[in-house]
């Protein structure tokens, strides 16, 4: 035993009696302070006895007794213990002695609960009129703290029930103090012990909270905030244990305790709290490794099933475990986010009921032991064969942790490890699970905002994009987008398929610059132009030039990158247009693969009147041509060059029959993302007949509707449609007749024979939509041409065309057989 100096909130000794012989004894592990206070404290009591630390322990309550009521208390000791106990002092004894000095006054403080009864604390000072109820609930914080330490000796024991008496480490903390803070003015007083334990000497505390949080190691800021800054009673009563950097370099474990006090309202008005050094929770060299590994990967999980999937790994394996579980904790449920092993056999009957989805989910009500684990906020730990129900017996036999995994002063999951084989904890062990609780619990708080923010910007960002690709003529075309995991903002990704007339399909994708909603706006405003110009019928690189103008013209610094390739379906010509994006990749029908050698000019709105070149390229048909944004191919862990071979690796082995299976490969390998991601995928198939064309350029003259008759007579019989040629010849002379009469400028006729229809164009040069009249009467001279048109064909339109239109109509046709 010791007789080292201890003060403490008015006790000037303090006194650990531990429980011994199979619970019927406490016995005396540690005296320290002030000796002359007390005259022969007893070495063995007697659980059963009458001593104020055996009334205590057995009510598992503190009891405080003033000066006068000291000799009330006798005790029986056991009888080889008389020796050490003169008669009438504080804990109890038989046989003479002297009476306690006056003015003394005497706490006994149990050390534990539940099944974890540890032993019991005798504090005593010279307060005349006792422990006031500040001294009291603060003597019972440093009764939690004391019992943390004994909980860690209790462990390196060896399977002793107890710590014994005489050992080497001190299980009184003699560097604790105490500090009170008044929530309504954020003023703290705190005892000198608690400044030296965090390296402050006492002429630089200003009395705020936020200098001795200082001290403390940032990433255990936030949970020491919710502690010592509560918004409700969440924090009365839990354990912490955190780092301090002292001023020589020093990293330093200390325990914090604290209890909250509230008004009649029940809201927070004081805290209380008791600060003792903790460097029986220094971690282990393997420790501080593997939380520092799992610290670096949570700090990249982005998902709630990420941070738990990580988590189960992290703690399976190095604690030898048999089981491991993570989930949420939601109103009446425990919901299982990450568990190993995977197979429902593993785990207790009360959780296979309950297996309806990939992962169980349990019914808190089952599992009372668990609820009030996680209520209290720490660390719980079972040895074997501890009496639990059902649902938790099954996981660990051999032991079972719980911890809670909280963050911000709430509590949002919990984890829990079982063993299968007998399994005493360590500290060091119970060290590494309370340093992730408090990973595990960060990270998961972090994913719930991150998985709300990241369904809130994918669900912006893919009502910026087509709903859905159209069904194309000789072709497949699928597209993927994925939103960045390494930030909430919305990006300005997008692709777009744009259906041309003549058999052309357009296929577009782009990248602004930036993730936010000014980049989200910029990219909804330049697929709308991109179409508008596309639909109109320019050529590719006009339809980028006037992208290009539009963006300079917004005043916007933001810029833009493009790709636009205008394939003839039905030829197999692309031609491509690249405003400072990525070239297409080809994988040819035969599996070789390549990057497009296309020509290029500068991103979108940086120079007003920059040319954009446009490069020709054919298409075979069993060809997979592939658009894609850089977030694909790049990012700080993988450099273009090689994000773009991986591209061509996956397209060189893939099965082109499955576009859609394609493009998921190609997402595969793309993990965390520090960009958003679009890919464009087509697979080209042409077509079976390639389609009949022909050009007229109608001059201006009195018979020129006869001769746009006799020219689409002459081409339809020489291409064996006569059949459909009374009905051609009637639409040409409508449509032509009224070209002529109702624009300036030149009229053009295009002639489409394709394998199931024919299709009659003429353009002219007026953006004029001709207008079908509601009503013809009798004696109308004219507007009966569009209602015959409608009449006599399968469909018929009009487009914008190059600063005009194009008005067509389309008549049913099949080959004759043979």
């Known amino acids: 035993m010791t007789s080292r100096g201890f003060a403490f909130c008015g006790a000037e000794l303090a006194a650990v009696y531990v429980v011994a012989d199979q619970g019927r004894e406490l016995h005396l592990a540690e005296l320290t302070g002030n000796r002359g206070l007390l005259h022969g404290l ?126 080497a480490q001190s299980l009184v903390p003699h560097q604790g103090g105490a500090f009170i803070v008044e929530l309504s003015t954020g003023r703290m007083e705190a005892h000198a012990h608690v400044l030296e334990l965090l390296g402050l000497p006492p002429e630089e505390f200003d009395g705020k909270v936020e200098t001795l949080l200082a ?86 999980a982005a998902t709630i099933r990420e941070v738990s999937r990580l988590a189960v790994a992290a703690l399976r394996e190095p604690l030898g475990a048999a089981r491991v579980a993570v989930g949420e904790l939601e109103p009446e449920r425990l919901i299982i986010t990450s568990l190993d092993p995977p197979e429902p056999d593993a785990w207790p009957e009360a959780w296979r009921s309950e297996w309806r989805s990939e992962w169980p989910d349990v019914p808190l009500g089952d599992l009372p032991t668990l609820q009030s684990a996680v209520r ?43 063993w299968d084989a007998e399994h005493r904890f360590g500290p060091e062990e119970r060290s590494l699970l309370t340093a992730t609780a408090g990973l595990v619990g960060q990270a998961l708080v972090r994913a719930h905002a991150l998985d709300a923010g990241h369904e809130l910007a994918t669900m912006l960002q893919r009502s910026l994009l087509p709903r859905k690709l159209p069904e194309l003529p000789g072709g497949v075309a699928v597209a993927r987008y994925l939103p960045a995991t390494a930030g909430l903002e919305v990006g300005g990704d997008w692709y777009d398929v744009i259906p041309l007339g003549g058999g052309h399909v357009a296929f577009v994708i782009g990248d602004v610059q930036g993730h936010s909603a000014a980049a989200a706006t910029i990219m909804g405003q330049m697929r709308t132009a991109v179409r508008a110009y596309a639909v109109e019928g320019h050529p590719a690189d006009v339809v980028v030039a006037r992208a290009n103008r539009l963006l300079v013209g917004m005043e916007t610094d933001l810029f833009a990158t493009c790709g636009y390739v205008d394939l003839d379906m039905e030829e197999g010509i692309a031609k491509v247009v690249r405003a400072g994006h990525l070239p297409p990749v080809l994988r040819h029908p035969d599996g070789v693969t390549e990057e497009m050698v296309v020509e290029g000019g500068p991103p979108l709105g940086v120079l007003a009147e920059a040319e954009f070149p446009m490069t020709e390229a054919g298409l075979l048909p069993g060809t997979l041509l ?193």
């Not at 029986?76 to 106990?85: F, G, L, R, S, V």
């Not at 001294?135 to 914080?141: K, M, Q, T, V, Y």
């Not at 703290?145 to 390196?156: F, I, K, M, T």
């Open 215 to 300: 001290r403390a190691v940032p990433d255990d800021i936030p949970a020491l905030m919710a502690v010592v800054e509560p918004d409700r009673r969440d924090a009365d009563g839990q354990q912490l244990a955190f780092r301090v950097h002292r001023p020589n370099g020093e990293l330093r474990w200390l325990g914090l305790r604290c209890r909250v006090e509230t008004d009649s309202a029940g809201t927070p008005r004081r805290v209380l709290g008791v600060v003792a050094d903790a460097t029986y929770l220094r971690p282990s060299a393997d420790e501080v490794s593997l939380v520092q590994r799992l610290s670096a990967t949570l700090a990249g």
């Open 376 to 418: 209290g906020g720490h660390l719980s730990l079972w040895p074997p064969g501890a009496a639990l129900e059902r649902g938790l017996s099954g996981l660990g036999p051999g032991g079972l942790a719980v911890l809670p995994l909280s963050a911000g002063g709430r509590t949002v999951g919990a984890c829990l490890v079982g």
């Open 626 to 818: 592939v658009l894609l944004t850089d977030g694909l191919v790049e990012s700080a862990r993988l450099p273009l060059e090689e994000g773009m071979r991986r591209v061509r690796d996956v397209l060189a082995v893939a099965n082109p029959v499955d576009a859609g299976a394609v493009a998921d490969e190609l997402l595969v390998a793309v993990g965390r993302r520090d960009d958003d991601v679009a890919l464009l995928l087509l697979r080209y198939d042409g077509t079976r007949d390639r389609p009949l064309r022909s050009h007229w350029k109608v001059w201006r003259l009195p018979d020129a509707v006869l001769h746009a008759r006799r020219f689409a007579a002459r081409t339809l019989r020489s291409w064996g449609a006569a059949d459909e040629l009374d009905t051609a010849l009637l639409v040409v002379s409508e449509l032509v007749t009224n070209a002529i009469a109702h624009t300036q400028g030149e009229v053009g006729m295009d002639l489409t024979l394709s394998a199931d229809r024919l299709r009659i164009a003429v353009s002219d040069a007026s953006p004029r939509s001709p207008v079908k009249p509601v009503s013809v009467s009798w004696e109308s001279t004219g507007g009966r041409g569009l209602l015959i048109v409608e009449a006599m064909t399968a469909a018929w339109g009009s487009v914008p065309l190059s600063g005009g239109k194009q008005v067509w109509a389309e008549i049913p046709w099949r080959r004759p057989a043979g």
């Open 42 to 167: 007893p070495a063995v009591l007697a659980v059963a006895g009458r001593s104020p630390a055996a009334h205590a322990f057995r009510a598992g309550r503190a009891l405080w007794l003033a000066p006068g009521e000291l000799t009330t208390f006798t005790a029986d000791a056991p009888h080889h213990a008389h020796h050490h106990a003169p008669r009438h002092v504080t804990a109890g004894s038989r046989g003479g002695g002297p009476d306690p000095p006056a003015g003394i006054s005497l706490g006994a403080l149990p050390l534990g609960h539940g099944d974890q009864e540890l032993g019991c604390l005798v504090v005593a000072g010279e307060v005349g009129d006792g422990f006031s109820a500040d001294r009291r609930s603060l003597l019972e914080l440093y009764a939690d703290q004391v019992a943390a330490g004994l909980e860690s000796v209790a462990a390196r024991s060896a399977g002793r029930k107890a710590p014994q008496a005489h050992l």
